[in-house]
């Protein structure tokens, strides 16, 4: 079974940035499209952004466009979240999920599509 491991996160300072890993073991990540979702305390799960398997394509909530870019290194079996210009509101757990689509040209931010999840990494944004 594909397994996820997130890496990355921390406590940053509004204005500031922080990058996400999340790494694949025990199978190829090259079929799979990922999403990144998160989950601030007293709140829905929603989705962040997603890459389809040739990374070719994203798709981003409109919350974080022009914040946040992912990206992938198939080689590395390995996506990452950059996030910056971060704000409070960012705050949460965060979460990268892996939904097999070889022959994806999009992907969703619906997190109910997702197989496979990570445990998640912390992001505060505090002063």
């Known amino acids: 079974q594909l397994q996820l491991v997130e890496s990355g996160g921390g406590v940053v300072q509004p204005g500031g940035s922080l990058r996400l890993s999340c790494a694949a073991s025990?199978?190829?990540?090259?079929?799979?499209?990922i999403g990144w979702f998160r989950q601030a305390p007293g709140k829905e799960r929603e989705g962040v952004g997603c890459i389809i398997n040739s990374g070719g394509n994203t798709n981003y909530a409109d919350s974080v466009k022009g914040r946040f870019t992912i990206s992938r290194d198939n080689a590395k079996n390995t996506v990452y979240l950059q996030m910056n210009s971060l704000k409070p509101e960012d705050t949460a757990i965060y979460h990268c999920?892996?939904?097999?689509?070889?022959?994806?040209?999009?992907?969703?931010?619906?997190?109910?599509?997702?197989?496979?999840w990570g445990q998640g990494t912390q992001v505060t944004v505090s002063p």
């Open positions: 025990r199978f190829s990540l090259d079929y799979y499209d």
């Open positions: 999920a892996a939904i097999k689509a070889p022959l994806s040209r999009h992907c969703v931010l619906f997190w109910p599509r997702y197989d496979y």
